[in-house]
């Protein structure tokens, strides 16, 4: 079994910076990519960026696009989220995944969700 541990939420005044860390931890697999979404209160949940193993191609949204930056590391099946000029309507649940193959089938897993407030 695959799972995701997220860290490096909490609170942070508006415009600061904050970086996200999300790795698998478990059985072995090959990853296809890991990517971050978020779910505010009261919202649906988004989209934030993604970046495939094969190539470091990333995509961001929009809303997050020149602010934020996806990287993996290089060592092992992990994440980093590095979140700058933060605003109030960054504030969220943000959920890491990850997406691959083992020798049964496609994964997909999801970590467990970790809160960023940010503070006007």
């Known amino acids: 079994q695959v799972q995701l541990v997220e860290s490096g939420g909490g609170l942070v005044q508006a415009w600061g910076p904050l970086r996200l860390f999300c790795a698998a931890s478990g059985r072995t697999f090959s990853s296809y990519g890991m990517g971050w979404f978020r779910h505010a209160q009261g919202k649906e949940r988004e989209f934030v960026a993604t970046?495939?193993?094969?190539?470091?191609?990333?995509i961001y949204a929009d809303s997050v696009k020149g602010r934020f930056i996806i990287f993996r590391d290089s060592d092992k099946i992990a994440v980093y989220l590095q979140m700058n000029s933060l605003k109030p309507e960054d504030t969220a649940v943000y959920y890491c995944y990850a997406e691959g193959r083992t020798p049964t089938g496609y994964l997909e897993v999801w970590g467990q969700g970790t809160l960023v407030t940010v503070s006007s």
């Open positions: 970046i495939r193993w094969s190539g470091g191609d990333t």
